[in-house]
C-alpha cells in the first residue's frame, strides 16, 4: 500500500512541468510558514512562554531613586532634615569601612552641598558602581 502510493507521488511529480514544480514548492513553502506561525501564537496564547524571571540587581537603587525624587528639600522640617543627614552620615560610616575612598570623596562632597538627598543619591549611584565587588 505504501509502495503503490510512493509511485504515485512519483508519477505525479515527474509529469509536471518545471513552473508547476516551482510554483508547488512555494506554495507548500508558505503554508508551512503559516502553520509555524500559528503554532508559535497559540503557544504563546497558552503561556507556555511564561517564564518566573528575576529580580534586576539595579531595582534596589532605581527604586531610591524614585523615593528620591518624590522628596523635595523645601518640604522637610529642619527636625526631618536633620534625621536624614544623620542617616546618610550613618551609611557613609557603613559604606566607608569596605570603601574608604569612595566615602571619603562623597563626604567631602556633602560638605560643600546642604541638601541630604543629593548625599543620599550619591551613595546610590556608588553602591551601585562598586556591588559587582
Given at each position: 500500500?505504501?509502495?503503490?502510493?510512493?509511485?504515485?507521488?512519483?508519477?505525479?511529480?515527474?509529469?509536471?512541468?518545471?513552473?508547476?514544480?516551482?510554483?508547488?514548492?512555494?506554495?507548500?513553502?508558505?503554508?508551512?510558514?503559516?502553520?509555524?506561525?500559528?503554532?508559535?501564537?497559540?503557544?504563546?496564547?497558552?503561556?507556555?512562554?511564561?517564564?518566573s524571571g528575576s529580580v534586576d540587581k539595579n531595582y534596589?537603587?532605581?527604586m531610591t531613586v524614585e523615593e528620591m525624587r518624590t522628596a523635595r528639600k523645601g518640604s522637610l522640617s529642619i527636625e526631618e532634615a536633620n534625621e536624614q543627614w544623620a542617616e546618610q552620615y550613618a551609611r557613609l560610616i557603613a559604606f566607608s569601612r569596605f570603601y574608604p575612598t569612595n566615602a571619603r570623596l562623597i563626604m567631602h562632597a556633602a560638605h560643600q552641598i546642604d541638601d541630604p538627598m543629593m548625599v543620599q543619591r550619591k551613595i546610590a549611584a556608588a553602591e551601585v558602581y562598586v556591588a559587582d565587588n
Open positions: 500500500m505504501v509502495k503503490r502510493l510512493s509511485l504515485k507521488l512519483r508519477d505525479w511529480w515527474q509529469h509536471r512541468s518545471w513552473k508547476r514544480k516551482i510554483y508547488d514548492i512555494i506554495l507548500y513553502g508558505f503554508a508551512l510558514t503559516g502553520v509555524a506561525i500559528i503554532g508559535a501564537w497559540g503557544v504563546f496564547q497558552l503561556g507556555l512562554t511564561n517564564n534596589r537603587y532605581l
